[in-house]
């Protein structure tokens, strides 16, 4: 019993599956309606062991109860915006198109860009772009945008980043900001930190849990959560018996992240920054699943 929280395109879904003997089942998730129409025809060969439900993967633990599965062996996430959503018209995720501004992943939540740009005030709208982008010209940056207020489109968005930045690391800037949006709208790190508490619980003995991460404020999350659950955690001013010692519910997997090589990042750009986690769910005492 797997679980892949970010479908997407269905391609690590289709790894899996073609893994799967007996009876392994994979249950597919995602938050947007559109991936899992694609994910669904990339699968069809596997339909009796794949279910898909349109669901942000911060709600796993009431899925897999909605689902009946009361555990799973595996559970694999894909942060961050799909190629498909870069791709896709009219989703307004990429700095590189004129769009309507949206960002949203899940297209029946109310909330987008557009509505954090245009009704935010320029305090707020800098602490996005600081924390969610770590852009170092966030306050510059919102001041312009609050004095161009109405934006509406990813281009108008782009021209007020030009007009704020310029110069030789725009780019950056622009990758930043549109970063910044999108983990906002979305609320995707604490969705992450969700997900993760819920997948310690689920995952059996022996399970794995598996992250890839493309940015440092993900990827840090990943690292610090899977640390803080290998090691050995005394709560202050709580008295523990000899045979109450608590132990670590993970082992770490990967020491150090794996990367792409040279190689994948040319044939496969947008990977290039991806950073792969792993940990394995420890048998803690007397516990069985």
Sequence with gaps: MY???????GGHAEEICSRLRGPGRLLCLDADDEALTSARTRLAPFAERT???????RNLRDTLAEAGWTHVHGVVLDLGVSSHQLDAPARGFTFREDERLDMRMDRRQGFSAWDLVNTRDEEELARVFWE???ERHSRRIARRLVARRPIDTTGALRNVVVSAVGGQYLTKSLARIFQALRIAVNGELDSLRSALADAVDLVVPGGRIV??????LEDRIVKEFFRSESTVQTQRGIPLLPSQEPEPRLRILTRKPIVPSEEEAVHNPRARSAKLRAAERRHVGSQHT
């Design 3 to 9: 679980v892949d929280g970010t479908v997407g395109g």
């Design 51 to 57: 279910f898909f439900v349109h669901t942000n993967f």
């Design 211 to 216: 992250v890839l991460a493309y940015h440092s």
């Design 132 to 134: 969610y982008g770590e």
